[in-house]
Each structure stands twice: as structure tokens, then as C-alpha cells.
């Protein structure tokens, strides 16, 4: 006797990849000193991998339906995948933003995009580099 089996499911998986980052950037700044500034900025980063992780989860569910009977199943996984990383990676940095002062000191806010140059997998024949997209508010004084 056999019974028609029907599974079905869905997965997903995150990689979360910290980095100590030393961006050495060059300002172009455009207008006059202590009205509102535009700024381009440009230059190296070079970022040191402190952990590197991967999670997965996801659900599948298993149907019987001569016996009317299903099941679900919930699975979640996190592994540490630092030590198949390399860890230093070097990247060139573009951005741009504006300087806003107000009273002693300035408020500024700039948008930076940093393309990885070097490859972050130690194996494997993918090039798999980092590109990532900084957003910054602060104050300087």
C-alpha cells in the first residue's frame, strides 16, 4: 500500500559580516567656510573582519492526503563562518554630503558607497567582494 506524499517549504539565509573599517578619505568642499558646504569625499578603506556568521531558517510541511495528515516543521541554524573569510579587506570609498554650521560647531551629513577590491572568500572560484553604502550624521567641532 503507498500513500502520495506532498512536501513543500521555504528557506532563507542572511550573512552578517562585522568589519573594523579605516576609511582614508580626501574632502573637495565647495562654497565658503562657515555658510552651508557641499562636499565630495574620496580615497582608501581598509577593514579588518571580526566575526562572520551565517543564519538560516525556513518551514516545511509534509502532507498525507489519503490520511488527511500534515505536519509543519520550523527549522532555524546559525554557523560561524569567519575562519573561511579572509581577514583584511581593502576597498575605495566615493561619497559626498553636506556641512550645516550652526553656532561653534557643524552638523554634517554625508552618503559614502564603498566598493570591495579584494576578494572576502578564501575558496571557491566566485570573486565575492563587499559593496556597501554608508549613511553619516554628526558633529564637528
Known amino acids: 500500500m503507498g500513500f502520495q506524499v506532498n512536501a513543500t517549504g521555504n528557506a532563507e539565509a542572511t550573512i ?3 568589519y573594523f573599517s579605516f576609511p582614508i578619505l580626501g ?3 565647495f562654497g565658503q ?3 552651508v558646504q557641499p562636499y565630495l569625499l574620496a580615497g582608501p578603506e581598509i577593514g579588518f573582519l571580526s566575526s562572520g556568521k551565517i ?3 525556513g518551514t516545511m510541511t509534509v ?13 532555524s541554524e546559525e554557523m560561524d563562518i569567519k575562519d ?12 559626498g554630503g553636506i556641512l550645516f554650521p550652526v553656532s561653534n560647531i557643524n552638523l554634517f551629513v554625508d552618503v ?3 566598493l570591495g577590491m579584494t576578494k572576502i572568500n578564501k575558496e571557491g572560484s566566485d570573486d565575492v567582494k563587499n559593496k556597501v553604502i554608508y549613511l553619516n550624521v554628526g558633529l564637528a567641532f
Open 84 to 95: 573561511e573569510l579572509e581577514s583584511t579587506e581593502f576597498a575605495l570609498d566615493f561619497g
Open 112 to 114: 559614502q558607497y564603498s
Open 27 to 29: 574632502k573637495l568642499a
Open 63 to 75: 502532507e498525507i492526503p489519503a490520511i488527511n495528515q500534515s505536519e509543519t516543521q520550523s527549522l
Open 16 to 18: 552578517e559580516l562585522t
Open 55 to 57: 543564519k538560516g531558517k
Open 33 to 35: 567656510e562657515g555658510a
